[in-house]
């Protein structure tokens, strides 16, 4: 099958989606945009191949009166089963990449009691992870450095402590291990892990294995790849394979509605407001360019300054009765002025919610300056999924431009990314 990949590099995540040569969307894949950007783009590609692959799996299965009704379950069941193979293989590159990193004068005549610490802390984890991947648990991350983490530290202290060893020897050895195998993405063998996956499954049997393994023999061929976002500069491309943020976000909410005529897009250092044709074609713009001031970023740091979670901050805000007049969505500023508020008594809900309203203010700014909002609206990139920014977008559209038709795609974080595998599709199929 020939795969048509767009893959948007991004400040905080990195996006990946692909499509068949009928502009279907096959997969999706998304990754945290680490220092290593190279290896951002490959593990986003790797995880919309491998969603692609379990799209077939789903076509072949749906056509078997057997499993009717249980395809969803048959899935999950062998998704599962493929995390946990995979997870085992960091696991196993995590510990020699730790072994190797044995070293140094600190480890003197310990080496050997190092060496067995480490082996019995992995053996605990690989045994243990079992339980991360059991049917129905909720993993709190999918990336492998949060679920080795916590795991790792539980079980490396208690090793060391029945060992008489201190545990800061092997946490430095891990410290400096796991950053190599993050920027390692995972072994490309996917048709491999999903046969042991197979092998694992708890859902199997002559039905399910043959449409399957029908499935898995369907080659993925990468046709043509196009790169875009904050960091497209650093993809392994050639310029020919590169399209700018504005035209790929465009384009991406064209194909998810195409009746839309303007686009806003608040990503983690960027706010952009673009002015789309009938066929996805840009005709105007504005974004901020000088600074990450109401964007992801400044969220990240109003959370930070909160001690609670960038998920939290939306839900919190949809609690407030009031609205605290914010003077500046400055990040730099915003740690000083969020303590003044504080110290004045005033609830950290109300807060939030004059924070969203100057977050939604700016952006406001930037579509008038685009143009203004035309029917149809389309409002993407990570922050769509605050819904008190999406409430403040709501009224404030409203009070300005009347009643407008407001798109907003559950899956709209990856609108970069699909506008770019819409261009790729382009670039090969007239």
Do not use: W
Request: a neutral charge.
């Amino acid at each position: 099958m020939r795969c048509f990949i767009g893959i948007d590099l991004g400040s905080t995540t990195t996006k990946a989606v692909v499509m068949d040569e009928n502009l279907q969307i096959m997969g999706r894949g998304i990754t945290n945009s680490r220092s290593n950007y190279d290896t951002a783009a490959a593990v986003s590609k790797q995880e919309a191949l491998i969603d692609t692959r379990l799209t077939l799996f789903r076509r072949a299965l749906g056509g078997v009166p057997e499993v009717a009704g249980k395809v969803d379950d048959i899935l999950a069941d062998l998704e599962r089963n493929f995390r946990h193979v995979q997870f085992l293989e960091q696991l196993d590159d995590l510990e020699r990449t730790c072994i190797t990193n044995i070293k140094g004068p600190r480890f003197a005549g310990r080496e050997r009691a190092v060496i067995e610490a480490l082996e019995g802390t992995f053996s605990r984890l690989r045994t243990s992870s079992a339980a991360q991947y059991a049917p129905g648990v909720k993993r709190k991350s999918d990336f492998f450095r949060d679920l080795a983490g916590a795991e790792f530290m539980s079980h490396g202290e208690a090793v060391c402590k029945e060992a008489g060893l201190g545990f800061d020897l092997i946490l430095n050895v891990y410290d400096k291990s796991i950053i190599e195998v993050e920027n390692r993405p995972p072994s490309g063998d996917m048709e491999g892990k999903f046969v042991r996956a197979l092998e694992k499954g708890t859902m199997t049997g002559s039905s399910i294995l043959a449409p399957v393994q029908s499935a898995l023999a369907i080659p993925l061929e990468e046709t043509y790849v196009v790169g875009t976002g904050y960091g497209r500069v650093r993809l392994p491309f050639p310029k020919e394979h590169i399209r700018s943020e504005i035209l790929c976000h465009g384009l991406g909410a064209h194909m998810m509605y195409p009746e839309t005529r303007t686009v806003l897009d608040i990503g983690g250092q960027d706010t952009k407001g673009i002015q789309v044709d009938p066929v996805g074609i840009v005709e105007n713009f504005q974004m901020n360019d000088r600074c990450a001031a109401g964007c992801g970023r400044y969220l990240g740091y109003i959370a930070d300054e909160m001690n609670m979670g960038l998920h939290e901050l939306g839900p919190l805000a949809m609690k407030s009765n009031k609205q605290v007049r914010i003077n500046s969505t400055c990040t730099v500023f915003a740690g000083a002025e969020l303590r003044d508020r504080l110290a004045l008594g005033e609830k950290r809900e109300d807060i939030l919610a004059g924070l969203h309203r100057a977050i939604i203010l700016r952006a406001m700014s930037i579509l008038s300056r685009a143009g203004g909002v035309k029917d149809q609206f389309t409002f993407t990139g990570g922050v769509a999924k605050n819904e008190a920014a999406v409430r403040e977008l709501r009224k404030l559209i409203k009070e300005n431009y009347g009643d407008v038709t407001i798109n907003i795609d559950p899956d709209s974080i990856y609108t970069g990314a699909l506008g770019g595998a819409t261009f790729a599709v382009r670039a090969v199929v007239n």
